[in-house]
């Protein structure tokens, strides 16, 4: 699977790199991305120097030297162990998240289809009480608002995180722009008002634009939590 997002350890990096030269730096860090980016690099030298825009000795040497000390040529594909061990890990919590905005959809599925009718308990024959009045638009506006959680309970961070997680962005939770539209789809309905609705709507857009050049640029908390939230809330989220 390729991916825009990569952890990396500073540490680990500067202890296996000790003798690496600046260019050689540059070429690893350049072979790295591409290699988490595309998922593979290519055995083939034409296609990796062009890919790594090496076009002089110097350049070339340096892509060389790395390849043989940080990679394992099996004749198609060059591999690095330590990144293999990152995307593998990567998949793993990518899958676990997607497994679980389904099931806070199907439990929000369930909840509207369960049938309404003689309460549980209720013993047969006794009549039940009438209904109350309907509120005036004036007092249903005020229950609305008493069901929505309150502005401070609403997860801010842990949605931005969760973005900027599969984009690879670094969108900031406390921009008061950002903070509008979460709040404003938030307090919309109660169906929204959970974290699962914002990630299965990042789940699904991710799915959809992240490797499309013309759509990534949306992949933003305007477009995502702006008017059309519900229907991208109502789209099927495709592995």
Not at 150 to 172: Q, S, W
């Amino acid at each position: 699977m390729s991916d825009n997002y990569y952890r990396f350890f500073p540490g680990d990096y500067h202890r296996d790199t000790g003798d690496l030269s600046i260019i050689e730096h540059g070429a690893y860090r350049l072979l790295l991305d591409h290699y988490y980016m595309r998922g593979n690099l290519p055995s083939d030298r034409d296609r990796l120097y062009r890919l790594c825009r090496a076009f002089n000795g110097d350049e070339r040497e340096a892509i060389e030297r790395v390849v043989e000390i940080f990679f394992i040529d099996d004749g198609e594909c060059l591999i690095n162990k330590k990144a293999e061990e990152e995307i593998e890990k990567r998949n793993g919590y990518l899958d676990e998240q997607a497994r679980k905005s389904r099931l806070g959809v199907e439990a929000r599925r369930k909840l509207k289809e369960e049938p309404t009718g003689q309460p549980t308990g209720q013993p047969k024959g006794v009549p039940l009480p009438s209904p109350s009045p309907s509120p005036s638009p004036e007092e249903n506006n005020n229950i609305v608002e008493k069901e929505s959680r309150p502005a401070n309970n609403i997860p801010y961070e842990e949605i931005i995180d969760y973005l900027n997680e599969k984009v690879g962005t670094h969108f900031k939770h406390k921009t008061k722009t950002t903070r509008g539209f979460i709040k404003a789809r938030w307090n919309e309905d109660p169906d929204f008002s959970n974290i699962g609705a914002f990630r299965y709507v990042i789940d699904v857009k991710c799915g959809q634009w992240l490797n499309d050049p013309k759509m990534i640029g949306n992949l933003r908390p305007q477009t995502l939590f702006g008017t059309k939230f519900e229907g991208y809330l109502n789209e099927v989220l495709h592995e």
